[in-house]
């Protein structure tokens, strides 16, 4: 993409409303506008961000044997009068009347379409287990709308949820979303530490809160530091297979959301050089409840007897778009942004430092039809703007790799390569680039 002819409004001063550095970032590199509070558009920055993290979470839900569908943005309040929730829900839910005054609303959440299309659909067990999940864009009048993207009032979230004969069954879904989630986090560049959550009424342990930690997340959590440490994208998964070792691994050391945090048992399991007490932001919940929407729904399957089972559920949640703030909040710098390979809008940032010079012009030109040819997606900064305000805007969006092109280096068929991350300079035989990348 030619930047002179993209559309990437950046702004250089701060933005006086944000208050967070992810927010503040996300005005300045262009990737979304408020427009209204906690509603945002996404400018074309923010959208390849925004599809690059959906296509990730797509991959790993499909991998673990989720099957994705649409479900629409618009339900229906009786739906939701037969689980109890449509008064429960509160001011939260937005609350529409259309012009034949049937009452509908901005879904918060799926559970109870999920569970009326499951219910008309599936018969016996002989269809289970089922996962299905959608990506989707949810409405909550939050009461406090704030650090950008983080918590808005509109956000992009995928929710799975899973149908099961028997609680055995429910738990493998459930391992299976546990371990999913650890690698969507650790492919998006994030280290994703899962927290004991409350279960409600339900109990039991099957209720984590992934969590990044950062100083301006929302909650106080609490780990062992080895949780940080933790890998799980060098091994290889087999999702039918038994997971067990995975979740004891990576739910065997203490690890809390203050809601759920024992101070006691902090102190005597962690080590005190061990202990982490931090802010963290939530980017994941996943959670299983039983019956609750099965039972009220009338959702239930003829067992292997003949039997009417109420089926076991379980839901899923990724926060797609606040992830996008919670990536910044953990990769940034003075400069910038600084966007992990896997979500970066571009590759590399090809910078022209004289435009109007026909040599320069030309081995521009040149080296971005060959990177664009080769697949490696180049945003061209071919305006007319100084070099050195060239440099800010690329260290502010945060491309991986920026190409600096100038009459010196061309001289000696040479252009510079800088790593946004390290900061790291060489040199690069012009003709060399484009393998450089591959
Ligand atoms: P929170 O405690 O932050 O309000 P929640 O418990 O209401 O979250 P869930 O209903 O579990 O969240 O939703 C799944 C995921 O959606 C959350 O883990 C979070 O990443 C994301 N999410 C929830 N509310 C918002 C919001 N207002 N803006 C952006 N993302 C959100
Ligand atoms: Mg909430």
Redesign the pocket.
């Known amino acids: 993409m030619r930047l002179s002819r993209y559309f990437l409004p950046t702004l250089r001063e701060n933005p006086a409303e944000a208050q967070i550095v992810s927010h503040r970032l996300m005005l300045r590199a262009g990737l979304v506008r408020q427009s209204a509070a906690g509603i945002y558009s996404w400018l074309p920055l923010g959208l390849k961000v925004l599809r690059n993290i959906e296509r990730i979470v797509r991959e790993e839900q499909n991998r673990a044997g989720a099957i994705e569908l649409l479900m629409p943005t618009i339900q229906s309040a009786d739906l939701w009068r037969e689980s109890g929730r449509y008064d429960a829900y509160g001011k939260e839910m937005l609350r529409i009347t259309d012009r034949h005054e049937r009452e509908m609303l901005f879904g918060p959440?799926n559970e109870e379409l999920i569970t009326a299309i499951v219910r008309d659909s599936i018969k016996s067990y002989r269809d289970l287990p089922r996962n299905l999940y959608h990506i989707q864009w949810k409405f909550?009048d939050?009461v406090r709308?704030r650090f950008g993207?983080?918590?808005?009032?509109e956000?992009l979230?995928k929710?799975a949820y899973s149908f099961d004969i028997d609680k055995a069954g429910a738990r493998k879904a459930y391992e299976k979303m546990f371990v999913a989630y650890l690698r969507t986090y650790a492919r998006l560049g994030l280290k994703a530490i899962p927290m004991a959550a409350d279960t409600g009424p339900i109990g039991g342990d099957m209720s984590h809160?992934f969590i990044i930690l950062a100083e301006t997340g929302?909650s106080a959590v609490f780990c062992h530091q080895d949780l940080v440490d933790y890998d799980i994208l060098g091994q290889e998964i087999d999702f039918e297979g038994d997971l067990t070792p995975i979740i004891d691994r990576w739910t065997g050391l203490y690890a809390a959301t203050d809601e759920k945090h024992d101070e006691a048992r902090f102190a005597s399991e962690v080590p005190a050089e061990k202990q982490i007490a931090a802010r963290g932001i939530?980017?994941?919940?996943i959670f299983y409840f039983g019956t609750k929407y099965s039972k009220p729904m009338g959702a239930v399957v003829a067992g292997p007897n003949g039997e009417q089972v109420e089926l076991e559920m379980g839901s899923y949640?990724?926060?797609v778009?606040?992830l996008i703030g919670a990536i910044i909040e953990a990769s940034h710098d003075e400069g910038g942004i600084i966007w992990p390979e896997s979500v970066a809008p571009f590759k590399v940032a090809l910078i022209n430092l004289k435009s109007g010079d026909a040599t320069v012009d030309a081995a521009c030109d040149k080296l971005y039809a060959q990177l664009e040819a080769a697949g490696i997606e180049t945003l061209y900064d071919d305006t007319a703007e100084r070099a050195g305000s060239k440099f800010a805007t690329a260290d502010l969006i945060g491309l991986p790799w920026q190409v600096h092109v100038g009459p010196r280096g061309l001289a000696n068929g040479i252009v510079e390569v800088k790593n946004r991350k390290t900061g790291e300079r060489r040199e690069v035989a012009i003709d060399q680039v484009v393998a450089a990348f591959a």
């Open positions: 959440t909550r939050e709308p993207v983080m918590r808005g009032r956000f979230m929710d809160e929302e939530e980017v994941g919940h949640g990724i926060g778009s606040r």
